[in-house]
């Protein structure tokens, strides 16, 4: 399974909008927040890996 890695580039209520880090420019992936973890903040970093999404430190 490939890992990925995603910026928060807006929260919006209930969702967040997600772009791949390695595609500047590229589209947002909308992902309820219910999924994503309690403490993210616009402009933080995911990493997605096994169907989890995990605050970078």
Do not use: F, H
């Amino acid at each position: 399974m490939e890992t990925l890695y995603y910026e928060v580039v807006s929260i919006d209520g209930d969702y967040a909008n997600l772009r791949l880090v390695d595609k500047a420019g590229g589209e947002c992936k909308i992902v309820a927040r219910a999924l994503l973890p309690e403490e993210i903040y616009e402009g933080c970093k995911l990493k997605y890996e096994l169907l989890q999404y995990s605050l970078m430190s």
